[in-house]
């Protein structure tokens, strides 16, 4: 019995690092995406203020 509760911690370990790993990427995509935005809105409002000057 001391062994199946060891392997079952461990499954659980195991399976909330991965959970964690996960969560890791999704916050990585999230940021990347958001600064994608954020860089596609700041040429949109260079390329406004350069089409102005010109």
Same mark, same amino acid.
């Not at 370990?13 to 690092?17: A, V, Y």
């Given at each position: 019995m001391p062994h199946l509760i060891h392997d079952l911690v461990s499954d659980r370990?195991?399976?909330?690092?991965k959970? =964690? =790993?996960e969560?890791?990427?999704v916050l990585r995509v999230q940021r990347l995406?958001?600064?994608r935005r954020d860089?596609?809105?700041a040429n949109e409002r260079l390329h406004r203020v350069l089409s102005r000057e010109f």
């Open positions: 370990i195991q399976t909330l690092h959970e =964690a =790993a969560q890791r990427l995406r958001r600064a860089v596609k809105r």
